[in-house]
Each structure stands twice: as C-alpha cells, then as structure tokens.
C-alpha cells in the first residue's frame, strides 16, 4: 500500500513539474523537506511533455500484472486521474483565459477610424456637413433662400423633399397645364381660378411639400368664393379658391417662365464630400476601421444579419451552386451605401477618397487623375490579385471594392521610358505639391 501511494505522489511529481525541470523516476523521489514560507508563484500551464509524462505513469500503473489491487485501490487510482486531467484542463483553460484576455479590446486602445463619417458639400451653402445632418441642412438653406427668390425656392422643396418622384412627374405636369391655360387665354376668368377641393388638384397637386409656397410665389392668393348650394334649404356654400392676381396679368411672360422652372427643376442634392487624404507609405494601407455611415443597416441589424448568414452558410455550405454564391454575395453588396478606397504608389504614397457603392469606377480614375502634377500620364489600376480594372462604367460594388478597397496604380511602361530616356528631372512624386504639403501618418 505505501508503495503504491509512493508511486502515486510520483506521478504527482511528473504533472507539476514546470518547464526547465528535470523530471526523476517514480522510484527516486526524495521525501519532501520543510521549505521556509514564500510567496506563491502563479502556477503556470503543464508542457506538452509534462502531460505526456503523466500519462505514461498512469499507463504504468495500469499495466502492472503481479499486484492486484483492491477495490479501495482502483478508487483512489480513478479519482486521482481524474484529479490529474481536471488540473490539466483547468490550466489549460486558465492560460487561454489569460491569452484572451492580453488580446481582448478591452485592454486595447480602440483602433481610430479610417474616416470619421461620410460627409456631403451643400450646394447653397458650400458648408460640409455629417450625412446625418444633411437633410436638415438642406432645408434650412432652403428656407432662408425664400428671402432671396421665393418662386426659385418654392420650387426646390418641391422637388427636393417630395420622395415620391411618379408623384412629383404628375403634380408638375398638372400644375403647368394650370399655368398654360393662363398663359393662352388670360382673357378666362375661369381659368384664373382653381377651386382647392378639386379632386384633381387634390390628388395631384396639394399632397406636394412646397406646392402652396409655389402658387403664393407666382401670384396667387387664397379667397373664399360663393357657390351655388346643392340643397334645398342651402341656397349659397363657399369654398376656396386660389385666385390669379390681377397685376400678374401684366406678367404672362414671366409666368410662363415660372412654368418652365418647374418643369425642368431637378432636386437639390448634396455633393458627396471625397474627404481626400494622402497618406505616407505605410504598411497599415490595407487596415481599414469604418464607421456605422458606411453601411446601408444599423450596427444591431447589421449583426443579426451576418448571424443569421453564417448559420445559413453552415447549413447549406455543401449545397450551394457558384451562382447561389455569387447572387448572395451580391446581395451582401447592397448593404453598403459608400466605400472607401485607397489607391497606392509605385513610391509607397496612398491617396484615399469616399465614393458611393453604386457610384461607377470611372468616378476614381477622374479623382485620381485630379490629383497628379500631370493628369496625361496614362495608368492603370490593379485590385486585389492584380486583377486591372479596365470597364470603367462598371460600379465599384459590382467589383467587389465595398465596403473599402486598396488599390495599386501602375503608369504605362512605355510613356515611362520615353520621359525617363528625355532626360528632363522627373519630381519626387506625382502627386501636386499642395497635396503633398498636407500629408499624414496613417495609423
């Protein structure tokens, strides 16, 4: 019995001993002697070998024909190996623990963003606003533009806060045959007046943002005119009409070009903000950090839509054709409203820029060539692979460039040797100097 115990405590001995400890067999195990009080050093994982050490001792005991050991034996025997993998499995589970830990965001400095939002330029204003701002913006530009030309302003509410563009076809294309019959027979009282609770005006017409503004603009007022009752008892009603005023009589012409601002008006759309940087080289180009305005979902649909893709992708990984990919890969595209691009050097330097998702690669070659000293040079622009990207009039997302892209440009081979066998001093880099004066470290 006390032998077995000694080989017991042996075995102990392998699974403890710690990395750069020199294991001893079972049989020489000295008898352990008082140490003087110390602080307890963290217990560290058991190496691989440790573990495999342990195993064979237990394989040992196991293996031993001439001792046949009792019941209470085989007890003590199963509970220690049992003691034995669940020190292993919770050292092991302890260190991954920590490793999770030392890698955690918690404990790390929050990466910055690439880009701090997706920004717009207001046409009216010229001030950059966030894209959730932008509206707002608009509007009230808008609004204090009344001041400065009523009819003009009018007419981009109009067709600037009407979504629905069916809706603002039909209400313009009525609203101008009101006008054309003015303009023809100016003499008509009739056509002078137009009864607000016409269905037809209605329908087609009141239910615009900015409509009313309009008729104000050109000369109209609202009066409560008498009607002929429809009951007996009711001889006279009245209802609203909006009256032509009686000196725009004199103004045909202008009406009329009142009428074709109307027609041919397009809404007032915010200039997307390229926000554009050049970076230093760095080997961080193809790191990118996004903001939530890059995506077409909030942040918590956007995570319950990629749960639910990878369990679909899970289930039906095996049955799913290359066209089912492709058309879900499509699918995932669309949930990206802008991207963000980055085109690299042959000198290491990165220009970046903020292109919408359906905007066509066309847009990055102009961006592009804006920023050279010489925007001749004739280039290429290679994708991940090399791939070039040739059709231009394909969008980036159809290209796969979404949510963000790093791109590589390469100049024409030939144009190069003419310029470099000319002689002439080439600049340092092709980029203008005024953007090169406000370069960045990318971090």
């Given at each position: 019995m006390r032998k077995f115990f000694q080989e017991i405590k042996a075995d102990l001995k392998f699974k403890t001993a710690g990395p750069g400890q020199k294991l001893s067999e079972p049989s020489r195990v000295p008898k352990?002697?008082?140490?003087?009080?110390?602080?307890?050093?963290?217990r560290q994982a058991p190496t691989d070998e440790a573990q495999m050490a342990a195993a064979a001792a237990l394989a040992r005991m196991e293996l031993k024909p001439k001792t046949k050991v009792s019941s209470s034996q085989e007890a003590i025997k199963n509970q220690v190996r049992k003691e034995l993998m669940a020190e292993a499995a919770a050292s092991e589970k302890g260190l991954l623990a920590e490793e999770k830990d030392l890698t955690s965001p918690d404990n790390e400095a929050a990466a910055a963003p690439s880009v701090s939002g997706v920004y717009f330029i207001c046409p009216l204003t010229g001030a950059v606003v966030r894209k959730d701002q932008?509206?707002?913006?608009?509007?009230?530009?808008?609004?204090?533009?009344?001041s400065v030309d009523p009819v003009a302003a009018s007419i981009m509410e109009i067709h600037t806060f009407n979504k629905d563009r069916e809706k603002v076809r039909v209400g313009v294309e009525t609203t101008a045959k009101y006008l054309d019959n003015i303009y023809l027979h100016p003499e008509e009282e009739k056509y002078r007046k137009i009864k607000l609770q016409n269905k037809v005006f209605q329908e087609r017409i009141s239910c615009l943002e900015g409509i009313h503004k309009?008729?104000?603009?050109?000369?109209?007022?609202?009066?409560?005119?008498?009607?002929p009752g429809q009951g007996k008892k009711s001889k006279y009603t009245t209802e609203e009409y909006y009256i032509l005023k009686e000196e725009m009589l004199?103004?045909?012409?202008?009406?009329?070009?009142?009428?074709?601002q109307l027609l041919s008006s397009e809404p007032v759309r915010a200039q997307l903000?390229?926000?554009?940087?050049?970076?230093?080289?760095?080997?961080?180009?193809?790191?990118?950090?996004?903001?939530?305005?890059?995506?077409?979902?909030?942040?918590?649909?956007?995570?319950?839509?990629?749960?639910?893709?990878?369990?679909?992708?899970?289930?039906a990984s095996m049955l799913r054709t290359r066209a089912m990919r492709e058309k879900e890969e499509q699918r995932e595209m669309r949930k990206y409203n802008y991207t963000l691009v980055r085109v690299r050097f042959p000198d290491g330097y990165i220009l970046q820029g903020t292109f919408y998702a359906r905007e066509s690669v066309s847009a990055l070659y102009n961006f592009v060539r804006e920023a050279l000293r010489d925007d001749w040079l004739p280039f290429e622009l290679l994708g991940p692979g090399g791939l070039k990207l040739t059709d231009e009039n394909l969008a980036f997302n159809e290209c796969g460039l979404v949510p963000s892209a790093l791109l590589t440009l390469a100049w024409d081979t030939a144009v190069m040797a003419d310029i470099q066998a000319s002689g002439e001093e080439q600049p340092a880099s092709p980029l203008k100097p005024e953007l090169l004066s406000r370069v960045q470290t990318l971090s």
């Open positions: 352990e002697k008082p140490k003087a009080e110390a602080v307890p050093k963290p932008k509206e707002k913006h608009l509007r009230e530009a808008i609004q204090s533009y009344f309009f008729f104000q603009a050109i000369g109209f007022e609202t009066k409560t005119l008498p009607v004199t103004k045909l012409e202008d009406l009329k070009d009142y009428k074709e903000d390229r926000q554009l940087c050049v970076f230093k080289p760095s080997p961080q180009a193809a790191r990118f950090e996004l903001p939530n305005d890059f995506y077409n979902l909030s942040a918590e649909e956007l995570k319950r839509e990629q749960r639910l893709r990878t369990e679909a992708v899970e289930k």
